[in-house]
């Protein structure tokens, strides 16, 4: 599908539902980023911002990505209304054209899963070069669909968090898995409701 139809897709999507007033960070990035010094960070698929906001509040710099043009607006504005313009900032880009430019402490691609063409691999491989050394990729992947989730595809498979690792394929002489695991939470969507959901973690380091 065409750049076009991922842009309208992934606008819609955004568009359809209220703006997040206060939108909550991922928990495996709390818990994975809370004992690190701040530094420079790229969130990939940033959506309601939650992730951003958050790091911003821990002294992180921020580049927040986002095919979607509603999404990026609203996490804008969020940003400013909190004080935290001058740690976030925030673009549209389309990561199946091209990949941000830059260097980075840590990079958070969580869901970051779309019914369109993106080849993730590669996204995840241009991430890992971008970290800096001792920088840290967080990779938090669906292991089953929430209620309010987009995809509810029955027939929909989850690769592990191996099977990621594998697929991105890189060199263990430069960077190296920390985590991967399969933790369940709790999750809250739209409109208050919870579900209990299963979470793919992916952790990797960059060591040389």
Not at 8 to 27: I, M
Request: net charge negative.
């Amino acid at each position: 599908m065409s750049t076009t139809d991922a842009v309208t897709f992934w606008d819609d999507v955004y568009a359809a539902r209220p703006a997040a007033v206060d939108p909550r960070p991922n928990a495996r990035l709390t818990e994975t980023v809370t004992s690190l010094p701040p530094g420079d960070a790229l969130d990939l698929g940033c959506g309601d911002g939650g992730d951003a906001l958050w790091l911003a509040g821990q002294g992180w710099h921020v580049t927040a990505v986002d095919i979607s043009a509603v999404a990026v607006g609203r996490l804008a504005a969020l940003a400013r209304s909190r004080g935290l313009d001058d740690r976030v900032v925030t673009v549209r880009h389309d990561l199946h054209e091209s990949f941000p430019q830059g260097d980075f402490d840590l990079i958070c691609a969580d869901y970051l899963h779309t019914p369109h063409d993106l080849d993730r691999a590669a996204v995840l491989r241009s991430a890992a070069r971008a970290l800096r050394l001792g920088g840290r990729l967080l990779v938090v992947d669906h292991g089953s669909a929430a209620p309010w989730s987009w995809n509810q595809d029955p027939g929909v498979r989850y690769p592990s968090p191996r099977e990621v690792a594998a697929q991105v394929d890189l060199d263990p002489a430069t960077w190296t898995v920390e985590r991967a695991d399969t933790p369940r939470r709790n999750a809250t969507g739209p409109g208050g409701r919870t579900a209990e959901i299963t979470d793919h973690v992916l952790l990797i380091r960059r060591t040389a």
